[in-house]
């Protein structure tokens, strides 16, 4: 596996424990349609909550959330909608980033609540 896949899975599993923590149910991990992936679905406070997990080494270039563009926020809505129909669930959707950031031997976790609701 190349080494940025090893560091977006490290990502991913830190976020998981994160969203854990803060009592989250986590309902799916890579769930899948099509080509469209979500990295999280988890349960919070009467939400589906559909969370993308951006990591990165450096943030020279800017912060991880940063490179959540507009088709990205897109792909997620329609992954949303198609799981919320298939899995028959009447919450509401919420969309969530969390950025890790492995920076100068430490770790950094932001969680953006609530980061975009329309494209």
Known sequence: MAKHNELGKEG????????????????ETNWRIGHLEADIIAYHDHHIV????????DDTYGSPEEFVD??????????????ILMHDRE???????ISVLFK????????LVDAY???
């Not at 507009?70 to 799981?83: T, V």
């Open 12 to 27: 991913e599993v830190i976020a998981r424990r994160y969203l854990e923590q803060q009592d989250y149910e986590i309902l």
């Open 50 to 57: 559909f969370v993308e997990v951006k990591t990165r080494s």
């Open 70 to 83: 507009k088709k990205k926020r897109r792909s997620y809505i329609r992954l949303a909608n198609a799981y």
């Open 91 to 97: 919450e509401e959707a919420r969309f969530d980033i």
């Open 104 to 111: 100068d031997g430490e770790t950094k976790v932001d969680h």
């Open 117 to 119: 609701s329309t494209v």
